[in-house]
């Protein structure tokens, strides 16, 4: 167990629909990391978050969006999903803001769109 | 884009020493070289990272050249269960904070 929780661990939806994906980091880790990992493929950055605020954005779609709470946690929302969108999602955390890429991860959620 | 470029896959002999090569010509001075690996689809897990000179820890070693243009991370010992998928990455700067850019890295396979 890496310290960090993410629910569901499995998803299947239908195009079309919206889901939310939640993370819960390590204790004490202020930034929230998430990526995207499709089928065979490396791992793509979404989006960072630092003590509640956006700290750094990658290559996230304008149907996605995300959020960190006063208590840390984070949620990722996927909307108007597509076949496309079928991927493992990863969240990772660490303790810093900047310079800090030491990253914790949690074991994913598979997101499956029929 | 990667700044890195890695074999994709590789094998080693239970027992012995994996060597992991890495090449990442276009590194700046200040940028760092990590090590994450990913078994199976479970989260990827940190190994090491490095800036200048060799690192060891109780997971590897991290052999950077004199240039800087490449590494090699070094399994002294490899078990069945370091089989999984190796991802040299460079941390770049990027708008006042860093990021790491994850590349495809190279699958390396123990055989028994």
């Known amino acids: 167990d890496s310290g960090v929780t993410q629910t569901p661990k499995h998803l299947i939806t239908a195009t079309g629909q919206r889901v939310t994906l939640r993370c819960s980091p390590r204790?004490?880790?202020?930034?929230v990391y998430w990526y995207q990992q499709s089928l065979d493929q490396g791992l793509q950055f979404l989006i960072q978050y630092y003590n509640g605020e956006e700290r750094a954005k990658g290559n996230i779609l304008e149907r996605f969006s995300a959020q960190q709470f006063p208590d840390l946690h984070s949620e990722l929302n996927l909307s108007s999903l597509e076949l496309g969108d079928s991927a493992l999602y990863f969240c990772a955390s660490s303790p810093e803001g900047v310079g800090a890429n030491v990253l914790t991860f949690g074991a994913g959620s598979r997101l499956t769109v029929l | 884009d990667a700044k890195t470029t890695q074999p994709t896959s590789m094998d080693c002999a239970e027992g012995r020493a994996a060597n992991l090569p890495c090449n990442h010509s276009?590194?700046?001075?200040?940028?760092?070289v990590y090590w994450y690996r990913q078994i199976h689809s479970q989260g990827p897990q940190y190994i090491i990272h490095g800036l200048k000179n060799n690192e060891t820890n109780e997971m590897a070693s991290l052999i950077i050249t004199e240039d800087r243009k490449s590494s090699t991370l070094i399994l002294p010992h490899a078990t069945l269960r370091d089989t999984a998928v190796y991802y040299c990455i460079v941390r770049v700067a990027s708008d006042s904070n860093y990021q790491l850019i994850w590349g495809a890295g190279t699958k390396l396979i123990i055989k028994p």
């Open positions: 204790s004490g880790d202020l930034s």
């Open positions: 276009t590194i700046s001075g200040n940028e760092y």
